[in-house]
């Protein structure tokens, strides 16, 4: 069964500061991941997205990883702002027909001042 | 900036009531998808549909229907609401083919009492 798992499940980080959320996933075969920002009450938004080939791609002071080898990804925040606090969703994309989407649990972030 | 809008933001209604949640965009994207979820749970797609005339069952069961008569419009019935119904509701459109990004509206909130 496919499954993306992420953690930490909620995380409070004074503003400034970075943090790194994880995400495994056993999605096979595999075709993309993406990360998601959803704000409160918001429809997700996405950040980035890599390809098998990719392990590294940034999008302003979000930074995401992969390892296709492992099977992680990692987004990286770099100095924080009260803005970012969200939920963050990693996706994984099958490589099959209908490149069905599987959704992590997101991890909740919160900056505090 | 996406152009999906759904309607309404939030909704409170009694129980077996029948209720239509609409979701409409305007970036001509052939696929579309409904997912429910949970406060602080994963998403969880219910339907999505591939163009005109064409709708499917998501991952999850549920009493709901949709219906794809326009590229532009994906509204979702419940026949008769039920407290169980209670969620927020989030619909999504994407191109064929591509790095098919889904781009969400904002969820509605449905409340059944």
């Known amino acids: 069964k496919n499954q993306v798992e992420q953690s930490p499940q909620s995380l409070i980080i004074l503003e400034g500061k970075n943090c790194t959320l994880q995400?495994?996933?056993?999605?096979?075969?595999?075709?993309?991941l993406r990360w998601y920002k959803q704000d409160t009450g918001r429809g997700p938004v996405s950040l980035t997205i890599?390809?098998?080939?990719?392990n590294t791609k940034s999008n302003g002071r979000y930074t995401a990883t992969l390892d296709a080898d492992t099977k992680q990804s990692s987004l990286h925040i770099t100095a924080s702002q009260l803005s970012d606090s969200a939920s963050y969703i990693c996706?994984?994309?099958?490589?099959?027909?209908?490149?069905?989407?599987?959704f992590g649990g997101g991890t909740r972030l919160m900056v505090k001042p | 900036e996406a152009d999906i809008y759904q309607t309404p933001r939030y909704l409170v209604i009694g129980t077996g009531k029948k209720i239509t949640l609409e979701c409409s965009q305007t970036?001509?994207?052939?696929?579309m998808y409904w997912y429910q979820q949970d406060p602080g749970m994963e998403l969880h797609l219910i339907h999505y549909?591939?163009?005109?005339?064409?709708?499917e069952k998501g991952d999850l069961s549920s009493e709901s229907t949709v219906s794809r008569i326009r590229t532009e419009h994906f509204p979702l019935t419940l026949e008769s609401a039920r407290p169980s119904h209670t969620s927020q509701y989030l619909c999504?459109?994407?191109?064929?083919?591509?790095?098919?990004?889904?781009?969400f509206g904002p969820g509605t909130r449905l409340l059944v009492l």
């Open positions: 999504a459109s994407s191109r064929r083919g591509g790095e098919e990004t889904q781009y």
């Open positions: 995400c495994n996933y056993t999605v096979s075969p595999f075709s993309n």
């Open positions: 890599m390809t098998f080939s990719e």
């Open positions: 996706v994984v994309s099958a490589g099959n027909a209908g490149n069905m989407l599987t």
């Open positions: 970036m001509g994207h052939d696929k």
């Open positions: 549909s591939y163009g005109v005339n064409s709708t």
